[in-house]
Each structure stands twice: as structure tokens, then as C-alpha cells.
């Protein structure tokens, strides 16, 4: 039989004082709390109650038993209550991590806005340092993870919440001494600087679509950061995200190549074990995130990129106005219009 329901019929019986009463304060019959107060002795191979007509005692094992098993039934229950609480309050610990070149920009802003928010989550947030599988966060102590990949992963959940544009870009200085750039199968004549998880660039152009996989790159990196520093040092092209490299583009220490095509944009999810999401502050997090780049989107700024052909930021060799807010001068005659 299940000790913990035996220790729960011996309690009541000696509460109650009879086994009756404590029947129907269980709700089960009396010859089912008769048998589980004689196995229990059985078990234990002593006697712990005194039965007679009219009243019920405790040897002195008895005694000791009942006193063990009170403080153990109440110490359970209030574990129990305990543990209810984590699942329906904001509090405890918290681990995530993020690929290092957009955890230490837009992702830092709303972790620490979360953390000013929810000061009874105690929350640790790592960049870089993500593995190969999709699911390796768990195994290194992760709650939750910021991923770009495009994930069919059924051993986690996904909830996509944000949008990372990305640009086809390369330095003045590489692209003054090498031919000019009109359309993706051109990129063959040109150096290309490649992450290793995306040696194919896709082209979008009037509805159509053109891809090139990248045969022969002269710079290969596991992180964005890296193929950044090579294409401002002149190394090559590279395909990058739109918001690490927004100061280097604004300035023309980037420019952007091929601005008739457009590259397709990743999401940003956060990924999770299953289950994790009926824990409150696990939901809390997930709700906050989601919410906080409603408000504030990664591509913002820069949705509209290029805003105009002919004064992009830093298009093809041409250099931005800095007068000019991005979103181009459609939108800063807009803006001016409404007074903002």
C-alpha cells in the first residue's frame, strides 16, 4: 500500500479518535482505515494503537510515529503549496541565451526592461556561446534561447518574436577595385565572406527569385560579428544583418550591393522545452518578449530600407545625408508634415 496515504489514515485516526469519525473525514470507509492502520503495524512490526469499544490510544510507539508522521505530512504540504506558488508566481530564477552579435544590442534593451519589471526573477542572461543542436541550451543549463534558425525541432517550442532584416553589403574600398555588382551571378567575380551556417544567398526581384551558393568563399565565421570586421577591413561581400552593422552602413563605412534585390528576412524566436510555458515566470518572459518587440521592432528604424534609390545610406558607393533620418526623405517629409 501507498505509505503516504497510510500515514494519512493513521493521522486522522488519532486525531479524530476513533475510526469512524476519521473515515468520514476522509471520505473512504472504516474497514479500509482499519486495514491501513494494521499494515501499517504489520510493516513496522510493533503495535501503535490501542483499540477498544469505545476509545482509541497510542502505545508509545504510537506516540512517536504519530508525532513523525504529522510533521512529515505537514512538511509535504507545504512543499507542495511551495511549489504551487513557483508555477503561479512571477518569481525564482531565470537562464537564457542569445547568439553574442544580438544579444549585446536590441536583446540586451528588453532582458534588462523585463528583470526592472519582475525584480522577484532573478535572471541570468548569457551571450554567444550556443551550440550546434538546437536543443543544446537545455543541456548546458538553459531555461529559454534566442535563435535565427528556421527550426523544425520537435523536441521544443517556438514562439517567434521579432523580425532581423538583413543586407547584401561590402567597404568602398573593395568595391572601388573590383567590378561593378548588378546582379547576384555576378557575385562569382567577387571575394565573398560567408557565415557557415548560410553559404547560399537568396535574391528576391519583382517576384522572382535567384539564389547563389557561395562555392569558393575567402572568409568563412560561425558569428556575424567576425564577417563584419572582414568586410569593413575589404575582404569582401557579405550578407549580414541589417541592425549590428546600421552605425557602419549609415556612415558608408559599409555600403550596400545590390539594392534592386531584396534578401529575405529571419526571424528571431525564442525556444523553450515543453511544459516550460505553464510556469509562470517562464510565461511572463515569453508574453514580455513578445510584447516588447511589438513596441519596439528590431526593423523599426529601417523597415522601409532602402526608403529611396537614389539616397539609400550608403548604396553603391553613394554616401547617406545626414540630414536625412533613415526611412529616407518620403519620410522625413512625412514626419515633418505631421509635426514629429
Not at 534588462?112 to 519589471?117: D, G, K, P, V
Not at 514562439?159 to 553589403?169: E, G, I, N, S, Y
Not at 567590378?179 to 548560410?198: F, I, M, S, Y
Not at 560579428?225 to 569582401?236: I, Q, R, S, W
Request: proline share 6%.
Amino acid at each position: 500500500m501507498d505509505r503516504l496515504t497510510i500515514m494519512k489514515s493513521f493521522v486522522a485516526v488519532v486525531k479524530a479518535e476513533s475510526f469512524s469519525s476519521a473515515a468520514r473525514s476522509l471520505g473512504v470507509s472504516a474497514s479500509l482505515i482499519s486495514r491501513h492502520i494494521s499494515h501499517l503495524e504489520q510493516d513496522l512490526g510493533v503495535r501503535l494503537v490501542n483499540r477498544t469499544a469505545r476509545s482509541v490510544s497510542l502505545t508509545e510507539q504510537g506516540e512517536r510515529y504519530f508525532v513523525f508522521s504529522e510533521r512529515l505530512l505537514g512538511e509535504l504540504d507545504a512543499e507542495d503549496a511551495a511549489i504551487r506558488g513557483l508555477q503561479e508566481q512571477a518569481q525564482g530564477s531565470l537562464a537564457v541565451v542569445s547568439p553574442k552579435w544580438i544579444g549585446s544590442l536590441d536583446l540586451s534593451d528588453a532582458v534588462a526592461a523585463f528583470a526592472r519589471q519582475y525584480p522577484e526573477i532573478t535572471v541570468r542572461f548569457d551571450v554567444g556561446g550556443m551550440g550546434e543542436r538546437i536543443y543544446d541550451f537545455i543541456d548546458k543549463g538553459y531555461d529559454l534561447a534566442f535563435h535565427t534558425k528556421n527550426l523544425r525541432d520537435s523536441s521544443v517550442r517556438v514562439r517567434k518574436v521579432a523580425t532581423l532584416p538583413f543586407v547584401l553589403c561590402a567597404s568602398p574600398l573593395y568595391l572601388r577595385r573590383k567590378p561593378k555588382l548588378t546582379e547576384p551571378a555576378d557575385l562569382g567575380q567577387h571575394a565573398c565572406l560567408v557565415h557557415r551556417n548560410d553559404p547560399v544567398w537568396h535574391f528576391e526581384r519583382d517576384g522572382g527569385q535567384q539564389h547563389h551558393k557561395v562555392q569558393t568563399p575567402v572568409f568563412i565565421s560561425n558569428t556575424y560579428l567576425v564577417l563584419n570586421k572582414a568586410a569593413l577591413e575589404g575582404m569582401g561581400v557579405a550578407l549580414l544583418p541589417l541592425r549590428p552593422i546600421f552605425d557602419d552602413v549609415r556612415s558608408g563605412r559599409l555600403q550596400v550591393v545590390l539594392p534592386e534585390f531584396s534578401v529575405p528576412a529571419r526571424p528571431l524566436y525564442l525556444i523553450y522545452p515543453p511544459g516550460l510555458q505553464s510556469v509562470k515566470k517562464f510565461r511572463v518572459f515569453l508574453d514580455f518578449m513578445g510584447d516588447w518587440f511589438k513596441r519596439f521592432p528590431i526593423d523599426d528604424a529601417i523597415e522601409l530600407w532602402p526608403p529611396d534609390r537614389d539616397d539609400a545610406a550608403g548604396v553603391n558607393g553613394r554616401h547617406p545625408d545626414p540630414t536625412v533620418p533613415l526611412g529616407g526623405k518620403k519620410a522625413a517629409t512625412a514626419r515633418a508634415a505631421d509635426g514629429t
